[in-house]
């Protein structure tokens, strides 16, 4: 080969070399296409903490809040009955690891029954599994309808110096690396069928010709094996007969050893369930939003939601924050995951009145996330009003305000 | 009984030394045709069974051993077809068994591995070869399409699952998690997040009113075998309609 | 003794040792250039997506996306649109002047090699569009949220591959057409081999679009096993008309075999 095409090979070889060990940092999740509706009058997300942003390979945090399965939930999705959801993380693949689950205080391995209007107490045990920074939200997949995301984190994972791996308890209490369980066996049963494969192939395709029988197989009939013309003698039938018993033998030997290593099994298994009521959605409800009307003023990026809200409780009752799709807006100073708004006349309601709350927020994000586009399909803006009652009791009011266009 | 003219004629031809057809020709057919023969397989595999045939937890004891068996005997036996006709050789499905392996252990291992980090003994493929083999030494043995079409794809779907049960049956194994007894690939399935295909879409044995008494797996089996029948005719007609019946035919009004 | 007619222009059979129309470096060195192209194309790109697609690929809205996947998406379709046509009416431009020049014997087979070559290509592309990319998308939209058509594995899959997968089956067309007038003249009409194996490609391209508004229509969630992507595996089974290629073009070798034999003979009987 000539030095030119070498250095040539070698370069594709080493670029292919490192292939396998780039670790790119990722960003959002591309969520901002999906259509505003479909965000933001789905599924309403409350109160989401990450437990903390920097973890090493194999150490956990969690993911907590509060979603609900709206009210406002549309017609037009899963038939306008949401029936089965499923929580759970996102990130840039399993670059993070879900360990455990509880929702509405139980643990819930899989699929649960959901409802319009049910509230999902949620929280995430996850571990860091590959180093890098991602960025990771808790989701909640409605079937019929997608997996819509809640808020999002950037979470470092760092490289442990002890490795990584990832451990589970079999229920004969043998510990293993889920990591790599069984992976050199499976490897060499699938290559051990497959050299079988190629030396078949190889037995046909090696000693004898093949294009050149084309000569001989057009004059004779399709149901004979020109056996009389040597295209296939006896002793190819022989040969062919050992591959076949070897090809059974291996399978018996595979069968008994699989029998004998792991003798107990059981198929997989689906575990739905209606998760508890969290206490929550049966406290009393003292807080109720109606008429809201939204603008959107694209010049000086002001957002501006005038709404009826109503105390029908004893004690008066505070907003603290506005949540919509996967963005948060506190009243007062935000926190990582929060974005600032401002309530007039006041963010308290007293007992028996009914207020009518301006609530503006200055953040270019409504565009950024592509929730307030003309060219979409419905224009509403649907989100959570989260009131205390300041004795300790919590409502969430579901508020649906028809968006007024500017088209300039 | 003295041989006739003909077959001494084509027992001539079987050895002929030709001007221009070396063994080149046949190194180049069978190395660039493995290419859109595994291919042809991979895309009906992945579209007809491909989520059971990309996650353990998927490869259950209902859907899989019907979906699978059906998707892949098809191009195999397209090219049963085609290679017992034009080459007299029991080597189609076995062709398109090792082709198919090839592809999908590429696309698993760069893609699935490399590419979106899952572990390889959570998305390792089934193998199709041991069941190809059956099915070719029917072919050799019966020299009909009509008999293999039902022993063999019986064999066929039979000896696939034996193949692939073998490397599956460890994940089968319950583990304590979450509070339940769950099996390994199930703990595979929720602890290594695919955020766009929820836990719910998975379509497996998930209870029943009649089990009979524990015999699902047999009852599947059974259909699988009915079902790669079905499959196996498919292929033929792709053989014989789509690859064969073109040869040398012409529209004359286009 | 009759005269001998020149070599037409494109009759490139050579006497050069190791060039000749059954040598790998002579009439096969269609075949192992065009395979090669292909596959390290694809792994060019595969290479940049590992480099790039989860740090900018997963948002499309946001301007890396535009800069390395909207840009790389614009410079296939360009690319490929040009190098097509380019190609294809190269073909027809050559292959009308040469079309009813007589030819010896080695030029055909040689032909036939190169033919084989492009069949080859083919193949290999069908391979990177079938199952090279298709295993990557699955592996791509089951982990990543769907939130464009032009995502990094559709754009090297959809937009570039299944486009040169019309590139190959037409041109093959047209080099057999051409070069190959005794198995693929016009005068014989159009081959169904052919017909099949373009609609695949042509088809498959299609079904791109149906792809894209059942995902933005139904809202699913990834699944692959679903009855709007069967259209896939369908169109792809027309690709069976590649084997009738093979065919077609051995039966011609073992006719030109014929006609040296018969040539021979006919010497040898002149001789004695």
Known sequence: MRRRHRRLLGAVLLAGALVVSISPAAQAHGEKSQEAFLRMTSVGWVDVKFSQDHVKQGETFTITGTAKVLDAWPTGLAKGAPNTGFISAIAPGPVVIVKERTINGVSAPDRIDVHKGGIYEFSLTVAGRRAGTWHVHPSFSVKGAGTLLGPGMWITVEKNPAGYSNPITLDNGKTINLENYQLPFTWIWLLITFVIGVAWMIYWTVPKRTVTNLAVTSQIPLNTDGMEYGLITKRDHRNMNWFAIGTALLLVVGWLYQAAAFPTKMPQQVIQFAPPQPAIASAPQFAKASNATATYDRGSKTFTMNVDVTNSGKTAMTLKEFTTTNLNFVPGTPGPLDRQMQVAPTTTVDPGATTKLTLTTHDSVWQDEHLLTIGGAQLEVTGILVFDDGGGARNLAEVQAIMQPQFK | ?254 | ?272
């Open chain 3, 1 to 272: 003794m009759a005269q001998v007619a020149a070599p037409p222009t494109e009759a490139r059979v050579s006497d050069r040792p190791g060039r000749g129309p059954i040598d790998w470096l002579g009439g096969w060195r269609t075949c192992i250039v065009g395979c090669s192209v292909f596959l390290l194309l694809a792994i060019a790109i595969r290479i940049f997506q590992q480099f790039t697609a989860w740090k900018y690929g997963i948002d499309a809205s946001s301007k890396n996306f535009a800069l390395y996947y909207r840009s790389l998406f614009i410079a296939e379709v360009v690319g490929v649109t040009v190098a097509t046509l380019w190609w294809w009416g190269s073909l027809v431009r050559r292959g009308r002047t040469l079309v009813t020049a007589k030819i010896s014997h080695a030029e055909e087979v040689r032909r036939i090699a190169v033919f084989w070559g492009l069949v080859g290509t083919t193949s290999v592309i069908l391979y990177i569009m079938a199952s090279f990319w298709p295993n990557q998308d699955g592996s791509w939209h089951q982990t990543a949220v769907r939130d464009t058509a032009l995502t990094p594995s559709h754009i090297p899959m959809f937009y570039l591959f299944f486009p040169l997968g019309i590139t190959f089956t037409v041109g093959t067309y047209l080099f057999g057409r051409y070069w190959l007038p005794k198995v693929y003249g016009a005068e014989n009409g159009f081959p169904w081999s052919f017909f099949l194996l373009i609609a695949a490609s042509v088809t498959e391209l299609m079904q791109v679009a149906m792809n894209e508004w059942g995902h933005s229509l139904w809202i699913t969630e990834e699944i692959f096993a679903v009855p709007f992507h069967w259209p896939f595996v369908l169109y792809g089974w027309l690709a069976a008309g590649i084997f009738a290629l093979w065919a077609e073009t051995l039966v011609r070798l073992l006719q030109i075999e014929g006609e040296i034999e018969q040539a021979a003979g006919v010497k040898e009987e002149e001789v004695a």
């Open chain 2, 1 to 254: 009984m003295a041989t006739d003219a003909k077959t001494l004629e084509l027992r001539e031809l079987v050895n002929k030394q030709y001007r221009y057809i070396d063994r080149k020709w046949d190194a180049v057919f069978w190395i660039t045709a493995i290419f859109v023969v595994g291919a042809a397989a991979d895309i009906t595999k992945q579209l007809f069974a491909g989520d059971w045939d990309f996650w353990t937890d998927w490869k259950d004891r209902q859907w899989w051993p019907i979906v699978t068996p059906f998707a892949i005997i098809i191009i195999g036996s397209a090219l049963q077809y085609i290679q017992w006709l034009a080459w007299r050789f029991p080597t189609g499905m076995t062709y398109t068994a090792v082709g198919l392996f090839l592809c999908t252990f590429v696309g698993r291992w760069v893609q699935w591995g490399a590419f979106v980090y899952y572990p390889m003994n959570y998305v390792w493929p089934a193998t199709m070869v041991a069941a190809a083999i059956f099915a070719d030494w029917v072919l050799l043995k019966t020299k009909s399409f009509i008999l293999t079409s039902v022993i063999g794809a019986i064999l066929f779907s039979v000896t696939w699952w034996i193949s692939n049960y073998i490397p599956l049956a460890p994940y089968l194994q319950p583990a304590h998690w979450m509070d339940r007894i769950v099996t390994v690939a199930d703990v595979q399935g929720i602890e290594y997040i695919h955020s766009q295909t929820p836990e719910y879409l998975r379509i497996v044995e998930h209870g029943s009113l009649r089990t009979f008494l524990g015999e699902t797996q047999y009852v599947s089996l059974v259909f699988g075998a009915t079902v790669a029948i079905a499959g196996y005719w498919i292929g033929q007609f792709i053989g014989r309609g789509l690859a064969i019946w073109p040869i040398g035919r012409f529209i004359k009004r286009w």
